[in-house]
């Protein structure tokens, strides 16, 4: 069974950048069956999908963070990651990792690492 | 605000039925892009409750129920029970946005 949980710095100062790493385990983020995305959610608010990264290497963001966020995998440890630059209060967070699962309709998302909470914050 | 609508909060009593709304419109749930809802407990990460429409994966009770029609879809609880008490969120993918998005969430209180 997959289980995911995210790693990372709790707190980061404005316009610098944010990193986040999430650790697979149970399982190959090779697999050609699964999608690898990050989603976050600001405390007492809803959920934003951040982006996805594919096996290929190739990644979809959500347009309202695009020109901000990288993807990017690390086969050799089983892991991807998020950067997220020029950060502002607004993007104080907690961030997850989840596996992507595709029906050829839209994706959902199971499971989900249990989260972290980034504060950005001088 | 939410590209998906939802309700803010429902309420009801122990052992009866409650349903929440997701309503959105021809470039998500009316374009045909599948449904999915997930349950977050208080200070837990959400989980998945129901997947493409109306599956519920392996260990979701029976209690759940989730269906589509046009652009909107439903989450049916029945059997209320205190542990239910949670926030819900239904997720669909948008065509315009090419995103993946949620609705705001939905509190549900158990009386």
């Known amino acids: 069974q997959v289980q995911l949980q995210e790693s990372g710095p709790g707190l980061v100062k404005p316009s610098q950048t944010l990193s986040l790493t999430c650790t697979v385990s149970g399982g190959s983020i090779r697999s050609g069956s699964y999608f690898w995305s990050w989603i976050r959610q600001p405390a007492g608010k809803g959920l934003e999908w951040i982006g996805r990264i594919y096996t290929s290497g190739n990644t979809n963001y959500n347009p309202s963070l695009q020109s901000r966020v990288t993807i990017s995998l690390d086969t050799s440890k089983n892991q991807f990651s998020l950067r997220l630059t020029s950060v502002t209060a607004a993007d104080t967070a907690v961030y997850y990792c989840?596996?992507?699962?595709?029906?050829?309709?839209?994706?959902?998302?199971?499971?989900w690492g249990q989260g972290t909470l980034v504060t950005v914050s001088s | 605000h939410s590209v998906l609508t939802q309700p803010p909060s429902v309420s009801g009593a122990p052992g009866q039925r409650v349903t929440i709304s997701c309503t959105g419109s021809?470039?998500?749930?009316?374009?045909?892009?599948?449904v999915h809802w997930y349950q977050q407990l208080p200070g837990t990460a959400p989980q998945l409750l129901i997947y493409?429409?109306?599956n519920r994966p392996s260990g979701v009770p029976d209690r759940f129920s989730g269906s589509k029609s046009g652009s909107s879809a439903s989450l049916a609880i029945t059997g209320l029970q205190a542990e239910d008490e949670a926030d819900y969120y239904c997720q669909s993918y948008d065509s315009n946005l090419s995103a993946s998005v949620f609705g705001g969430g939905t509190k549900l209180t158990v009386l």
């Open positions: 493409v429409n109306s």
């Open positions: 989840a596996t992507d699962r595709s029906s050829g309709l839209g994706d959902w998302f199971d499971p």
């Open positions: 021809s470039s998500n749930i009316g374009a045909g892009y599948d």
